[in-house]
């Protein structure tokens, strides 16, 4: 982006309501003896939105980043017909993120996790000199890799064995990219613990997930492409939720657009979903709970290993904390379903049969939810939905494709020594 100048932006904390300013890399505010997300506050209250040939950064007014990267590609947001007619609804919009070229989306990892990793990577100050470390369950992972492949980023992944199909790329990636994974059996949790030991080196920067401001509003594009489309608020919103950071994302989004003042003052009511049997925020919101129930270790395993949208088993979400996934539901009315593998396929395939093209696992959870609702009345055939298609294309984009694999260059037991992971993993970088 031509004289692209950093946004300005100052940060304020959830639980307390302290607004300071941003030392670089802030993840907490190290005032606030709660468990609290910070949020950023920028200075631009009406949002100026560029073209698409600045693909997600023609939402920079609301990106707490210094630089511009190459290669992003914004969310398309589209008005559904096909879809809309057989669910009964007069004012479905999808928001795409994904690889769909017949209508503009051209995510190449075909996930709106790009959305995500060209905000956190454009708030990295380029000579910091340090790691980004990265855990993943596999479509972040998958698009942070391209990200940092291509602007010569230095990063570590960590990702469950089980799930390193997902890592799949065009070419060869840059030698920047370092990959280590846990053992068979583990999960996106033991892929967290796995990162979090590396990180007792200051060599290593944590990217932060739900805490980082840059993932979040990243996320939140979705929402800014799909009311700058429509012209309004949507009355609801539905996305699938492994964390829940993208429907936390969702809601401060729009609160801003609130304050932007052009487009409405509603708030969408949050619909997110788990895939059954992995439900610990379920349980805990139908319990009327702030708190996740207990989930055993090996329990949670199996569950993770049982679901087929294997991106949404994350077993510490931001759930409970000030600003939380358990807020945002509270303040926009919202719910959480649940949704059966058998549930989310039926999904996936009326998806393709009406719009044309593939979606991810978790996109088909999101759309179970929402025909599961207008079949139950709480979703009525005039509302305005915004459809958060979080993943999709792949199928479109492997045609013809021969992908290249990204294997681990280390594979740690699930309960592995401290000393001996920092070792070896600080060894990649020498």
């Not at 790691?131 to 942070?144: E, P, Y």
């Not at 059954?276 to 270790?297: E, I």
Request: charged share 20%; proline share 5%; hydrophobic share 40%.
């Amino acid at each position: 982006m031509e004289n692209f100048k950093a946004t300005r932006y100052q940060l304020k904390t959830i639980a307390g309501g302290r607004v300071f300013n941003d030392g670089g890399w802030v993840l907490d505010d190290p005032q606030c003896e709660l468990p609290s997300l910070v949020r950023a506050l920028y200075e631009k209250k009406q949002l100026d939105t560029k073209d698409l040939s600045y693909g997600i950064y023609r939402f920079a007014d609301w990106l707490p980043i210094n630089r511009c990267l190459k290669g992003s590609c914004a969310p398309i947001t589209y008005k559904s017909e096909k879809l809309a007619q057989k669910l009964g609804l007069e004012n479905l919009y999808i928001t795409f993120n994904g690889y769909f070229p017949k209508i503009g989306a051209t995510m190449n990892t075909c996930s709106f996790k790009e959305t995500e990793a060209y905000s956190v990577c454009g708030r990295l100050d380029a000579q910091s000199g340090k790691v980004l470390v990265v855990a993943s369950a596999g479509n972040t992972a998958r698009a942070f890799a391209k990200v940092c492949s291509e602007n010569n980023i230095p990063l570590l992944l960590s990702v469950p064995e089980d799930n390193l199909s997902a890592l799949w790329f065009d070419a060869p990636l840059n030698d920047c990219v370092k990959l280590i994974s846990c053992c068979k059996g583990g999960d996106y949790f033991d892929a967290i613990h796995l990162s979090n030991l590396v990180l007792k080196s200051d060599r290593f920067l944590a990217e932060g997930g739900a805490k980082n401001i840059a993932r979040r509003d990243g996320m939140g594009t979705t929402v800014l492409s799909a009311v700058t489309f429509i012209g309004q608020i949507p009355d609801f919103y539905f996305q699938a939720v492994g964390s829940g950071t993208g429907a936390i994302a969702a809601w401060e989004a729009n609160l801003r657009l609130i304050e932007d003042g052009r487009f409405g003052n509603k708030k969408m009511r949050l619909m997110v979903s788990q895939n059954n049997p992995f439900l610990p925020m379920y349980t805990a919101w139908k319990a009327g709970s702030r708190a996740l129930p207990d989930y055993d270790d090996g329990v949670a395993r199996r569950d993770a290993e049982t679901i087929l949208a294997k991106v949404l088993s994350n077993r510490k979400p931001p759930y409970g904390l000030a600003g939380g996934l358990f807020d945002a539901l509270k303040d926009t009315d919202g719910d959480i379903l649940k949704v059966t593998n058998a549930q989310l396929e039926a999904a996936q395939q009326l998806f393709e049969q009406t719009e044309g093209v593939d979606i991810h696992p978790a996109a088909g959870v999101a759309l179970h939810s929402l025909i599961e609702s207008v079949q139950n009345g709480t979703v009525k055939p005039q509302d305005t939905v915004m459809l958060n298609i979080t993943g999709g294309g792949e199928k479109l984009y492997k045609q013809n494709r021969q992908p290249w694999m990204l294997k681990p260059q280390l594979v740690f037991p699930l309960d592995p020594d401290p000393d001996v992971v920092l070792d070896k993993v600080s060894a990649l970088f020498a």
